[in-house]
Every structure is written in C-alpha cells, then in structure tokens.
C-alpha cells in the first residue's frame, strides 16, 4: 500500500533554533518527493521537489535530503523564525497517473 | 505567472444546502484536481480532470457532490445536499507535467 508517514506529529521550538523533520514512504513507483508548507487555512506553497538521483536541495534556511535506497527524506529548517509556524507536509507523486501521496505533515510552532 | 484562483475563500452555510466552488488554474495547465482537507488531515483527493475529461473520481462521494470541468479551462465543485461532516477545506491545484503541481488557497466551508 502505497503511504508516506511523517515525523513528529508536532514540534515547538525556540525561535532561531533549527529543526528536522522526518518522512518515510512506500510509494512505488517513485516520481518524486516534495515538500510544502501549509498556513493554516491556505493552501499548500512548494518548498522543494525532488526527483529519484537527487540527494540534497536547499531553498533558502530549508534544506531537503533524500535517499531513496531508505525511502526517507528530511526538512531541515535552519534559524528558525516565527514565520515558520506552519503545518509542513512530505509528498510523494507516483508515477501511475501523477497522484500525489500526502503525509500527514508535521504542525510546527515557533516560540519567541 | 498568474497562480491558481479559487473562490469564495470563506463560505457558512447550514445542512441540507448547497453550495458550490470555483477554481481557475494556471494557464496551459491539462490537469485539475480537487481536493478535500478536513482540519488536522492531509489532503484527499476527489477528483482529477485531465482538460475537461475526468481521469480518478474514486474517492468522490457522487450521491452529493458533482465537479464539472467545462470546456477543460474552469472548474466548479458542487456539494448537494451538505453535511455537516463536509466542513473542511477545499483545495485546486492544476499541473502541466508531473512536476509542476500548484496549488490555490482554497476555500474553507463551514457545515453549521
């Protein structure tokens, strides 16, 4: 069955801090992986997109891995700003008919 | 580029009712696809249209909702009669290619 679980559920951290968010997948097969963020009541915004032999890419503080022999990815969000409080959702397109395959996101509080 | 328009943003309406939504992709994009979130939850699918031909309406609960994609440009979704258990939030999104998913800021329904 095709899922992508995330990890934690939920984080709070101190402003400036960084953070790592984790996905799992068992998508197949694989397209690529993407990463957004959602504020609450808006709809997703694109932060990364990676395709099969792509290992690493940044988009400004946040920086995504993958490693597709594992099937996992991370977010990692570097000096964290307010303006990070958001839900942060991994996303895995199949290539059968382009469906997206959502997680669950990771709802992220930034604390002053 | 223009990004994908949905509207109303905010929409309350009481059980039994109907009420439908819009939504303008980005021009050129083939494909459409409509989204249910309910709060806390990713994304699901309802429908994916492929210009004005419906390519997945699996999970689409077809006793009260309809989407029509006329003319393979606009979108409208149409929920009738409404529960209260549709509350949620309803996204668009449109693509070109398997890469390029763009979502609108959707529209948030209250069921009252």
């Known amino acids: 069955k095709n899922q992508v679980e995330q990890s934690p559920q939920s984080l709070i951290i101190l402003e400036g801090k960084n953070c790592t968010l984790q996905?799992?997948?068992?998508?197949?097969?694989?397209?690529?992986l993407r990463w957004y963020k959602q504020d609450t009541g808006r709809g997703p915004v694109s932060l990364t997109i990676?395709?099969?032999?792509?290992n690493t890419k940044s988009n400004g503080r946040y920086t995504a891995t993958l490693d597709a022999d594992t099937k996992q990815s991370s977010l990692h969000i570097t000096a964290s700003q307010l303006s990070d409080s958001a839900s942060y959702i991994c996303?895995?397109?199949?290539?059968?008919?382009?469906?997206?395959?959502f997680g669950q996101g990771t709802e992220l509080s930034v604390k002053p | 580029e223009a990004g994908v328009a949905q509207s109303p943003r905010y929409k309350i309406i009481e059980k039994r009712q109907s009420v439908a939504f819009w939504c303008n992709p980005i021009?050129?994009?083939?494909?459409l696809y409509w989204y249910q979130q309910i709060l806390g939850q990713g994304p699901k699918l309802l429908i994916q249209?492929?210009?004005?031909?419906?390519?997945?309406d699996s999970q689409l609960p077809k006793d009260r909702f309809s989407a029509e994609r006329l003319k393979g440009v606009d979108s409208t979704l149409k929920i009738q009669p409404a529960k209260l258990e549709d509350s949620a939030v309803y996204l668009c999104?449109?693509?070109?290619?398997?890469?390029?998913?763009?979502f609108g800021s959707g529209t948030r329904l209250t069921v009252v």
């Open positions: 999104a449109s693509s070109q290619t398997t890469a390029g998913y763009t």
């Open positions: 996905c799992n997948y068992t998508v197949s097969p694989f397209s690529n």
């Open positions: 990676m395709t099969f032999s792509e």
């Open positions: 996303v895995v397109n199949s290539n059968q008919g382009g469906k997206l395959i």
């Open positions: 021009s050129g994009h083939a494909t």
């Open positions: 249209f492929q210009n004005n031909g419906v390519v997945d």
